[in-house]
């Protein structure tokens, strides 16, 4: 279950296979790597922070603090990863649809 924050940053693309429809195979000739890993940690007495890096197909990687509670940040360490091979450009679509949503509401902060 350590994947799970990363996952929250990739929350779309745990669903994209039901949000996408039809097919993972139908829209994209070659599949597409979307993966996550945690760079760096920071526990202060205000908050505790994951630092994640971002690598999605045709961009450059971007990096995100993930503000997380002390269970979570406890449950995992630098280096963890998460990664998902996507076939489905709908399903990519909607993964940088809920990062922007993420990052509009405050849940993530790019850095």
């Known amino acids: 279950m350590k994947e799970h924050i990363v996952a929250l940053l990739l929350t779309a693309l745990l669903l994209a ?3 996408g429809g ?3 195979y139908s829209t994209i000739a070659d599949c597409e790597w979307v993966s996550g890993e945690i760079i760096d940690m920071e526990d202060d007495t205000a ?3 994951l630092y994640v890096e971002l690598t999605m ?3 450059n990687i971007r990096g995100f603090r993930v503000y ?3 269970d979570t940040y406890n449950n995992y360490s630098i280096g963890e ?3 998902e091979e996507v076939c489905d450009l709908q399903a990519l679509t909607d993964i940088q649809d809920t990062i922007n949503s993420m990052l509009e509401w405050g849940f ?4």
């Open 17 to 19: 296979p039901a949000i």
């Open 22 to 24: 039809g097919s993972l």
């Open 47 to 49: 908050s505790n922070v």
């Open 57 to 59: 197909p045709r961009e």
């Open 68 to 70: 997380v509670s002390d």
């Open 81 to 83: 990863s998460y990664s």
């Open 108 to 111: 993530i902060v790019e850095y």
